[in-house]
């Protein structure tokens, strides 16, 4: 599933399946992101830093920052919208709202970060 995501993810500027998959655990729980990437990168968490470089350049991981706060927050969230809204679509709704919205900040903040280096 990483690997067909990660395309989606490249013009934000990180498009390694290592990446997408982290994020799709995230889903679960947003702490899930951070041991993901430790467990895909085959490293402990103390040494995960100097690992990351290899994935992410310093725009590039602003740009992952940015896409991880504003999407979808975790699974008890999302029960919880569901329930407030009474209304699965409504809730699928506001999960790809919320991912889009991601994106394009993610997207603005990578792009003009670029021009700008």
């Known amino acids: 599933i ?3 995501v990660s395309p989606i993810l490249k013009p934000i500027g990180f498009a390694d399946w ?6 799709i655990s995230g ?5 899930a ?11 402990s968490m103390a040494a995960l830093g100097p690992a ?10 602003i ?3 940015v896409f991880t706060l504003l999407y979808t927050p975790c699974v008890a969230a999302v029960s919880t919208i569901k329930k407030e809204l009474n209304s699965s679509i409504g809730t699928v709704g506001i999960v790809i709202m919320q991912c889009v919205i991601a994106w394009l900040a993610a997207f603005v903040f990578y792009q003009i970060g670029g021009l700008l280096i």
């Open 2 to 4: 990483g690997r067909v």
């Open 18 to 23: 290592r990446v997408a998959t982290a994020l």
């Open 27 to 31: 889903f679960t729980a947003k702490e």
């Open 33 to 43: 992101v951070v041991s993901t990437l430790s467990v895909l990168l085959n490293t």
């Open 52 to 61: 990351l470089s290899s994935l992410f350049t310093p725009l590039s991981a």
């Open 63 to 65: 740009s992952f920052l």
